[in-house]
């Protein structure tokens, strides 16, 4: 049976239903994972937890990897439909040997796939390009027998309640103020915890499209995608609410909506999350990828923290955590990470630092961010082109009076203003990030920097 080797990406596998990936596929690549597992562990029967999201073809396809890896002769914890933070959260946390989310991440709904997990010494082992997938790829072509040894299946409950207590050890939420939230999971897995934490936290909670359906009837569920966020802003500003929530289709991203309807940059959620963890943890090590660094790095070092600074991608975050044992990291993607979820993504505690800062500030979310904003960036623009190593090359030569930075594409740094250029990890596609300490200066280079490679692409 082929494969078809595109789905087998960076961080996960993904492709579309049913023609790149369909019951009989999975159950194949999930005999695969089971046998890495096995080599990996050396164990013989590792104890792996499986999980789903909404997707229309979830269940069908988590049918099929279940039955694979029993078959197989695994100890399969049956944790049902589950957010990605909250699968993460469930692996660490018990201490499973490892795990398998069936999920296709924030794609659209034709999209379905995997993303699996090992616990490791530091923290969990997100499997992806550098830690495996290359050799899943290689075993899925292969005829797999069986261990001979009996598998089997339990059930997993109540992991959502649990998560809820171990997140409020964060910040104790029974001090924090009655707000008013709306929150936006776009008929996704955010519905999920989110649900769960303000059954337990004090909150005027106004919900939309909370319902769980894999049509994403609403609109798609990327956040990323600012035009998916426009009812969430309008009713944040109708119900003069303190903040908007809104999460991607697994739920491992997280953006805010302030109280006059602005989008609010990660990077501002992540200056506010380090400073918090910095006042009670004083000189821990916080993370932030290459895109946008020079906010973070000014406020960490205010607050006498250490920073690191990382390649984009969740799968290299928390690689990266796992070997230098910070607390906590922040994507410009709206991915968080903490070590207290085995250096994965987890969002519940990034919830309650910002209700908790909401609560004890007594401000207005604009207001905070502006307090805690250090420099100031432009949304990241996307360019489809042919000729990314040829661009790549060409700004290299052309800003080669600037500091150059060899993490992930192309960095180059001056005293007021710095810029990144990457190939995505996901998509055929170049992005732009600029940022600086002067909002015009910075405006001018983004429309230098759109300009120049706008006339070399292809």
Known sequence: MAI????????????????????????QIAKAIFVFFQNKLDKDQPTILLAYDMRLSGPSLFKSVKEALVEMGASVVDAGQLSTPSFYFAVFHYKYDAGIQ???????????????????PTGLIKIGKPTGMEEVQKLSTQELKPTGLK?????????????VIEAQKTFNSSLFKKLKIVADPANAMGAQYIQALFNKVPAYLIKINFELDGNFPAHEPNPLKFETLVDLQKKVVEEKAD?????????????????????????????IVARELLKKYPGELIYFDIRDILGPLKLIEEYGGKSEIVRVG????????NKTGGIFAGESSGHMFFRTNGNAEWNLPVILIILKVLSDENKPLSEIIEEVRRSFEVPELNFEVSNAKEILAALKEKYKDGKFWDIDGVSISYDGWRFNVRTSNTEPLLRLNVEGYNKDEVLQKYSELKSFIESVAK
């Not at 598998?151 to 998560?163: H, Q, R, S, V």
């Not at 969740?314 to 990266?320: G, R, W």
């Open 102 to 120: 069936v999920t296709a991440s924030h794609n659209p709904k034709e999209w379905n796939g995997m993303k699996f997990v090992m616990n490791g």
């Open 314 to 321: 969740h799968a290299y975050i928390t690689e990266a955590m």
């Open 4 to 27: 078809d080797p595109s789905i087998f990406k960076s961080y996960d596998i993904r492709g579309i239903y049913p023609t790149q990936i369909d019951e009989e596929k999975i159950s």
């Open 243 to 271: 903040l908007g929530i809104a999460t991607d289709g697994d739920a491992d991203r997280l953006f805010f909506i302030d109280e006059k309807g602005e989008i609010v940059p990660s990077t501002s959620i992540t200056a």
């Open 151 to 163: 598998g089997a299946t339990t059930e997993k409950t109540g992991i959502l309640e649990e998560e």
